[in-house]
């Protein structure tokens, strides 16, 4: 019997969504690369350049998976840092790599290791890598296969990622559509109701209660409009922009959660600032730093987080009430940590005394 013609095209319509899905894509790539008894991996660089194993198939002991690699160390991190591919045929007596991974290695009983840069107009991507198991050398043959499947994988990589934007540039486009109609409908309807009532309220002055119930309309009708106004700032946020306001309100929702202590985010903007998705890894871990200094230190009954765009920074500021800084205050790992890793990106980071109480850690970063 021959199969319908629609079979086919289910299975071809499997292969285009598999083919725009990034982790997909590199599960494929593994699956081509690795044989038998070898384990192999992908890694992905964060926005200082420190690799993370978010893809690995053929292990036995789970000590690899989300391993974090700083760039340059072993011999994935050595090939991300290079662009080019590198191997051992001995990983424990190489002398051409960092050992910072041995433990690692011997856990899954790794022998020797090839490893491949994921390059895509030459902009790195990550690494895609293979261990066996068994002694042995890589050949020219294997080394060819690798680079092949590293070049087709970085291209599944790059059409997966403009698939993504296009998505959500296509439902941001939407959610603005969408946001221009309420404010044109609901906004001006609700504005009327408002205008009326206060037309009805000067004209029942001679009725206090009459007059009462009309205020207390009034002011729901305020209420409303001001969450139709916050609900069209967030259908307005472009996805970048609205995923660094969701993060820094879990954060303060976190703060709150484990210390009792209120947390309010304010965003002073009509619009919410916008980052690209590695510098706002770097903030947030940054901000993060400074709820964690406000929680152990402080002593404070609150704190507030700002975010501020002025062109061309962005400035987000974590405000307590507490002790304030100490004579001889001297930064501590975590503070300067996160000043070096925002001084990277041509920000900064200070943290001062609010004369009127408590402290003010303030970041700022060009966006």
């Given at each position: 019997m021959r199969a319908h013609p629609l079979v086919g095209l289910d299975e071809q319509y499997a292969d285009l969504l598999a083919a725009l899905d990034r982790g997909e894509a590199l599960r494929r790539a593994l699956a081509l690369l690795a044989e038998g008894s070898e384990v192999a991996w992908t890694a992905r660089p964060d926005a200082?350049?420190?690799?993370?194993?978010?893809q690995v198939t053929g292990d036995w002991t789970g000590v690899l998976r989300a391993l974090q690699v700083p760039s340059g160390t072993g011999l994935t991190g050595k090939v991300f840092h290079a662009g080019q591919a590198g191997w051992v045929d001995d990983y424990f007596g190489s002398q051409e790599i960092t050992h910072d991974f041995d433990r690692h290695m011997a856990t899954e009983k790794v022998r020797r290791v090839l490893a491949v840069p994921l390059l895509r107009d030459g902009e790195p991507l990550g690494v895609l890598a293979i261990g066996p198991r068994e002694d042995g050398t890589f050949g020219d043959r294997e080394i060819e296969r690798a680079s092949a499947v590293a070049a087709q994988a970085a291209l599944a990589v790059s059409?997966?990622?403009?698939?993504?934007?296009?998505?959500?540039i296509a439902v941001h486009e939407e959610r603005r559509r969408m946001a221009a109609d309420l404010h044109d409908s609901v906004g001006a309807l609700l504005f009327a109701?408002?205008?009326?009532?206060?037309d009805l309220a000067e004209a029942t002055k001679a009725d206090p209660d009459l007059r009462a119930r009309l205020d207390r309309l009034r002011t729901q009708a305020?209420?409303?409009?001001?969450?139709?106004?916050?609900?069209?700032?967030?259908?307005?946020?472009?996805?970048?922009?609205?995923?660094?306001?969701?993060?820094l309100r879990a954060d303060c929702e976190a703060f709150a959660d484990?210390?009792?202590?209120?947390?309010?985010?304010?965003?002073?903007?009509?619009?919410?600032?916008?980052?690209?998705?590695?510098?706002?890894?770097?903030?947030?871990?940054a901000v993060r730093e400074a709820l964690l200094n406000v929680e152990k230190h402080a002593h404070a009954g609150a704190v507030t987080v700002s975010v501020r765009r002025s062109d061309p920074w962005l400035t987000v500021a974590v405000h307590d009430d507490g002790v304030g800084l100490g004579p001889g205050h001297t930064p501590g790992l975590g503070l300067t940590s996160t000043a070096e890793a925002l001084g990277r990106l041509g920000g900064s980071v200070r943290v001062v005394s609010d004369p009127d109480g408590g402290t003010i850690w303030r970041a700022r970063l060009p966006c």
């Open positions: 200082d350049g420190v690799l993370t194993l978010d059409v997966a990622e403009r698939a993504r934007l296009s998505r959500e109701i408002g205008s009326g009532m206060a305020a209420e409303a409009t001001t969450a139709l106004r916050d609900s069209l700032r967030t259908l307005r946020s472009s996805p970048a922009a609205l995923a660094l306001g969701v993060a484990r210390t009792g202590l209120p947390a309010e985010l304010v965003i002073l903007d009509e619009d919410p600032p916008e980052l690209a998705p590695s510098r706002s890894d770097v903030l947030l871990t």
